[in-house]
């Protein structure tokens, strides 16, 4: 295996913030990388949270400072981290109507969800190399990438198609889902086969670019942060879940914002493996509601 490290270019550029840079996959005719960031000791396993980046399935925001930054106050708390590349299903895609619209979704969020399944088995087959721990691999994602990560642990647990290339009883350690929601054609979501990793959900309960509640038609619908914890309480899934009252979109950037909730969350439920459910409103009395991320999938997508 050639790894291609992150250098300082004789030209005297800057070194980037990540370590290290790998190629995980083709598909069709792209070619899909991770960038990795590595805590700065000794030690030789550590957790590792694998990032998935937003950009309404449209575009790659994977270097975007905020991201950036992110990871790497991940790596420097002890976390191995990644930040993974995906397929941009929604990229160019015109639909004429509402269901078409659910099926180029449906289509571009299996795309992203078989990526990430990829760079998922990358790490693990690496993992020595990494100083990875196969058993503590936590998945968090941004808007898209929180649709993503929040679908990808959904096809696990229920063992689909998708999910094809995970070993027998593996399992994620922990999801934290920044503004996300699940595709389902059978309605309510349900976990057939095992349980769903122990989640940290954050979402502004008026966002309706990703719907904090859900879209249905007949069985198909999309459900959100309000429905899925309804179901994780139902039947006592572990989650955490942070509704911030009156907030839009911009919950999905606010990786940097809950960092101290995040590792908070993984200490808890993922070390420690309480087995909690914690609901929380949170409300800023101060906040400009009239903020530019009150859009919706028209003002992205013109549709």
């Not at 397929?87 to 109507?97: A, E, I, M, Q, Y």
């Not at 940097?256 to 993922?270: A, G, K, M, P």
Request: aromatic fraction near 14%.
């Amino acid at each position: 295996m050639v790894l291609a490290y992150a250098v300082i270019a004789a030209t005297g550029q800057v070194k980037p913030k990540w370590d290290m840079e790998v190629a995980f996959a083709t598909r069709d005719t792209c070619e899909l990388s991770m960038d990795i960031y590595f805590p700065n000791d000794d030690l030789d396993t550590h957790p590792c949270l694998l990032f998935v980046y937003g950009g309404g399935f449209v575009q790659n925001n994977q270097r975007e400072k905020s991201i950036v930054d992110f990871c790497r106050m991940m790596a420097d708390a002890g976390f191995v981290t990644v930040a993974t590349d995906y397929r941009l299903g929604l990229k160019g895609v015109k639909s004429k109507n509402l269901l078409s619209m659910a099926g180029n979704l449906e289509n571009a969020i299996k795309m992203a969800a078989e990526d990430l399944f990829s760079a998922v088995d990358y790490l693990l087959t690496y993992s020595s190399e990494l100083c990875i721990d196969p058993e503590k691999i936590i998945l968090a994602g941004s808007s898209a990438g929180a649709i993503t990560v929040l679908q990808a642990d959904y096809e696990l647990g229920n063992r689909t198609s998708l999910a094809a290339s995970m070993p027998e009883g593996f399992r994620f350690a922990g999801v934290i889902s920044f503004s996300g929601a699940i595709f389902s054609r059978k309605g309510k979501c349900e976990w057939t086969v095992q349980p769903p990793a122990p989640t940290l959900f954050l979402h502004g309960t008026s966002d309706e670019l990703v719907t904090y509640n859900k879209i249905k038609f007949f069985k198909m619908g999309f459900f959100g942060t309000n429905p899925l914890v309804e179901r994780f309480e139902k039947f006592d899934y572990p989650y955490m879940c942070l509704r911030f009252d009156s907030r839009f979109h911009e919950v999905a950037a606010f990786m940097n914002t809950c960092f101290d909730q995040e590792l908070w969350f993984i200490d808890n439920y993922v070390f420690q493996k309480k087995n909690w459910q914690i609901d929380v409103s949170v409300t800023d009395p101060e906040m400009d509601i009239a903020k530019p991320w009150a859009f919706t999938a028209k003002d992205i997508y013109g549709k």
